[in-house]
């Protein structure tokens, strides 16, 4: 469907966690109309009617992801369906129900429970600022294989984490982002794709006291993550007091409870 200038531009301006789904209503009404096109009218009524209806919109929780196996040339990690799984799991939570529970008043957007998938550390999709942001990563390791000191692992990191020394490719850990563009444009070998998992960040918010998400050591692989957003929805609901983010309540709970999950499902899930 072809967007005009001007409700694009309209659509910029609608705040971007409920961009996609304005989008979808918009498309939805015009289509409705016989048009194959969107005007601003249309972008303009759809607005109206959101914001008097947001309740029923609200289905209190959201799993968002960038572009990920639908073609981003940057990912570090596929997907295996790992959103999709998400989705059952909050689904069967009826957050929505929970949240009318907690909430004084008509639920809004910025109620709900936020998950953000980014395939790369580009994190295009924002997993800093919602209440669980998980970032594909790929752990670089040297193998034995012959370095011919070509430099293109060098040239190719942004971050300055590989060095050549010694006639290999030597990795600051504490610098790497573990984008694994090193392991892609290696020609020899020598530098192979490690453990892939997710990093994963909790508790980032925006708002009126925005915070960054925590970040839980490691790399995950998708069942200990499962099992980490599991725990970090029993907290939140075990302490939401009145719909706050869960940014809100790990300020004032804390985090230990989910750390100790987090250390145990990594063990259990563990690969050699």
Same mark, same amino acid.
């Given at each position: ?21 304005? &989008?979808?209503? *918009? ?30 919109? *609200? ?15 940057? &990912? ?27 909430? =004084? ?42 370095? =011919?000191?070509?430099? *293109? ?19 600051? &850990? ?64 075990? =302490? ?33």
């Amino acid at each position: 469907m072809k967007w005009h200038e001007d409700a694009n531009e309209a659509l910029r301006k609608v705040p971007f966690f409920v961009r996609q789904r304005v &989008r979808r209503r *918009v498309e939805e009404a015009a289509a409705a109309e016989g048009s194959r096109n969107v005007t601003l009218k249309h972008v303009q009524s759809c607005r109206q009617q959101f914001l008097r209806r947001m309740e029923d919109e *609200v289905r209190g929780f959201q799993v968002e992801t960038c572009f990920g196996s639908g073609g981003c040339p940057n &990912r570090a990690v596929d997907s295996d369906d790992i959103s999709g799984k998400l989705e059952e799991h909050l689904q069967r939570r009826d957050l929505k129900a929970f949240l009318k529970e907690r909430v =004084n008043g008509p639920l809004k957007m910025h109620h709900e429970f936020r998950i953000t998938m980014a395939d790369c550390p580009n994190a295009c999709s924002r997993p800093q600022i919602v209440d669980v942001g998980l970032i594909g990563g790929c752990i670089p390791r040297v193998t034995d294989e012959a370095c =011919n000191e070509c430099g *293109v692992c060098v040239e190719t990191c942004r971050e300055n984490a590989v060095t050549l020394e010694h006639g290999t490719a030597v990795i600051d &850990r504490a610098a790497c982002l573990l984008c694994g563009e090193c392991v892609k444009n290696c020609p020899t070998g020598t530098l192979k794709a490690g453990k892939t998992g997710y990093r994963i960040l909790i508790g980032g918010k925006l708002g009126r006291h925005p915070r960054l998400g925590t970040e839980i050591p490691g790399v995950h692989q998708p069942e200990t993550v499962i099992d980490i957003v599991e725990s970090c929805l029993d907290h939140y609901q075990s =302490n939401c007091l009145k719909g706050e983010r869960f940014g809100e309540i790990l300020k004032r709970a804390g985090d230990r409870e989910i750390l100790a999950v987090a250390r145990q499902s990594e063990s259990e899930n563990s690969v050699p």
